[in-house]
């Protein structure tokens, strides 16, 4: 069987190092299948040139988030929904990177830079994003992270920091209700996975008290942020482990 049916010149840039074109598209989709979707591997193909890149962000990221977590993909593009096309690379981001606070000023309980780290795995859940929304948004469809835990940060103790997505942000309830909120955009932030505008929810008070007890956290100390694109990213203060352990068995 031959692999290599074609080669493909670089269209992209003038100063592009793969002046003797491209292998096919299927046979770089066979090499990365063979490696089982190395996301490593595929961040340093994209960055080879832009024709590579592209051909990263339209296939390759795809296919590592459908096999990374593939019942959370077939729900996220069901029923006509297209919220990740043409964003497959921010998902996956968002799958495997846990962005930290990189500044002290993001969240109100978080006052030193905390850097954001690769995660080898990490659960969402629908259960967990629905304890995050108010009464008016529960239809709505979120999936949220567990806490990837900072532990022992000073002053601020240990902390939480989740992430996570929504299924057709643009046509949710929570959407709606920030515009009719008039809510507002953080100043300099953007999000972290795809660089578009931060709304707050702290600001029109639409984070429920029971976010507080999905997330093992204490009262009152949940913050996070929504995108344009619907991406989340939050902290919260952790419970210490014997009082959490008391809660849930209460």
Not at 3 to 11: A, M, S
Not at 122 to 150: A, M, N, W
Not at 155 to 174: T, V, Y
Request: hydrophobic share 35%; charged share 25%; net charge positive.
């Amino acid at each position: 069987m031959e692999l290599v049916v074609k080669r493909y010149r670089c269209t992209h840039s003038a100063a592009c190092v793969c002046l003797k074109g491209h292998i096919s598209e299927d046979a770089m989709y066979l090499v990365f299948k063979h490696m089982k979707w190395n996301p490593k591997m595929i961040a340093i193909f994209s960055s080879v040139c832009k024709w590579f890149d592209e051909f990263t962000k339209r296939v390759l990221w795809k296919e590592f988030c459908h096999a990374r977590a593939p019942k959370m993909m077939k729900d996220l593009n069901s029923d006509g929904s297209h919220i990740v096309d043409g964003n497959w690379k921010a998902l996956a981001k968002l799958l495997i990177y846990c962005s930290g606070c990189p500044r002290g000023d993001l969240f109100s309980n978080i006052h030193v830079p905390i850097p954001g780290h690769f995660v080898h795995r990490t659960r969402f859940s629908r259960t967990l994003g629905k304890g995050l929304l108010l009464p008016q948004c529960r239809s709505d469809v979120l999936y949220v992270s567990e806490s990837c835990e900072h532990l022992d940060q000073g002053e601020e103790g240990d902390l939480g920091i989740f992430r996570g997505i929504f299924k057709s942000f643009a046509g949710s309830n929570m959407k709606k209700m920030l515009i009719e909120r008039q809510a507002m955009f953080h100043p300099n932030e953007v999000c972290p996975y795809c660089k578009t505008k931060l709304w707050h929810l702290m600001q029109p008070n639409m984070i429920p008290s029971s976010a507080s007890v999905r997330l093992d956290a204490d009262d009152d100390s949940v913050e996070y942020y929504v995108c344009l694109s619907g991406h989340i990213i939050g902290s919260c203060t952790l419970m210490p482990y014997s009082d959490s352990e008391d809660t849930k068995k209460e």
